[in-house]
């Protein structure tokens, strides 16, 4: 089997020129980051964000080159770029202020200490039962290694752009998405490292026409790992979901996230009991495989409220498998409810706090 090096990607790439100064790619230090797993290849092409739409072909024939290379299974490259600040307003912000995100009026975490408690499920059925309520939706699918949120939402095309500076997020069911699962092959592996993730985030955030939004839900990756923090310390999140299992381990890594979460000064809205206990679509029995209560319990230890306890129940996964959230294709069911409660208690927290950010009346006597 050939052995890709490292020295082999850059010498592919030395034959690419960036067309503004006339030199490769290479010798310009435009290349960084290079990842090399099982003969797949991810690197980052450093520009000028002015320069971004200008430079698109340029990342396509960086990658076409490295494809070239003997031995080479995949390669993916993504155009990263430090922005320049936006201009300041009339009252300087504080260090640490984050970068607003025009037209969403809300962004929405929703999160989870681990993997396996079902994350994803929940907040594709917590966006849409937004959407059931009457509020203009998004989902941005911040997981770049797992990325769910197109096939649970029943997109099969990729994200495009209409006029050449910005993507489109593809629409389903009445919110808008964005996922690196609309951007690269479904096959393709994700190898890349902290800043890479960083820079794809900050794309799918900033470099898509999200339009007028009320509430932005993002699928978070699990843990608290780079994702996590790129998007807690760079985004003004109204909140974040913490969605858990009952028992005790899953308990312990929910608290690690509310940690976290509370670390970088992010409000915790709620947390969300799934797998809460299992109700025998036969005889009616339940049974409560997974401990039941503990996700309320730790919730009320911890001083958050507790948003809801969904079911484990075979529909719910069926249908989020198969592109069709349980919200959307049995809307009147009890499972669906639920996640429109959530949603309600989630939607009722963003308005107290936009309630809570309005000044006082003005009373004017005559």
């Known amino acids: 089997m050939t052995q890709v090096t490292e020295q082999q990607i850059l010498d592919a790439l030395k034959q690419i020129r960036d067309p503004g100064r006339g030199q490769d790619v290479v010798a310009l230090g435009m290349i960084s980051g290079i990842v090399i797993k099982d003969r797949n290849v991810g690197f980052a092409i450093e520009i000028d964000p002015a320069a ?16 070239m290379v003997p ?13 320049e ?32 408690v079902g994350k994803s499920t929940v907040a594709v059925n917590l966006a849409l039962g937004m959407a059931a309520n009457g509020l203009e939706v998004g989902v941005l699918d911040a997981d770049i290694y797992g990325p769910s949120m197109p096939r649970m939402l029943g997109i099969a095309g990729r994200a495009v752009s209409t006029d050449g ?39 799918m955030l900033r470099d ?41 381990i ?54 958050v409220d507790f948003l809801g306890e969904v079911p484990l129940d075979m529909e719910i996964r069926e249908t989020s498998d198969d592109g069709r959230p349980i919200v959307v294709s049995r809307p009147d069911s009890p499972h669906a409810k639920v996640f429109r409660e959530i949603a309600t208690r989630v939607a009722d927290q963003l308005a107290g706090d936009a309630e809570a950010d309005r000044p006082a009346p003005r009373i004017v006597t005559e």
């Open 85 to 116: 600040p936006a201009p300041a307003p009339a009252q300087q912000p504080g260090p640490g202020a984050k970068a607003a995100l025009p037209g969403i009026d809300a962004v929405v975490a929703v999160a989870s200490g681990k993997g396996g």
């Open 208 to 248: 898509v026409r999200w339009g007028p939004l009320d509430v932005m839900v993002v699928d978070m990756p699990p843990g608290t790992g780079d994702a996590q923090l790129t998007m807690a310390q760079r985004v003004p999140l109204a909140g974040a979901v913490i969605v858990s299992t009952p028992q005790d």
């Open 250 to 303: 899953a308990l312990l890594d929910a608290r690690k996230g509310l940690a976290m979460f509370r670390r970088v000064e992010v409000p915790v809205l709620g947390f969300v009991e799934n797998m809460s206990y299992y109700l025998c679509p036969n005889c009616g029995t339940r049974a409560e495989i997974f401990s039941h209560g503990g996700a309320r319990e730790a919730a009320a230890a911890l001083g």
């Open 52 to 67: 971004a739409e200008a430079m698109e072909p340029v990342r396509q024939a960086c990658e076409e080159a490295v494809r």
């Open 165 to 203: 500076k910005t993507l489109d997020p593809i629409e389903s069911y009445g919110v808008k998405c964005m996922s690196i699962g609309l951007l690269v092959e479904e096959e393709t592996p994700m190898i890349w490292r902290g800043p890479m993730v960083q820079g794809a985030l900050e794309q």
């Open 71 to 83: 031995g080479v299974l995949s390669a993916t490259a993504v155009l990263t770029a430090e922005r």
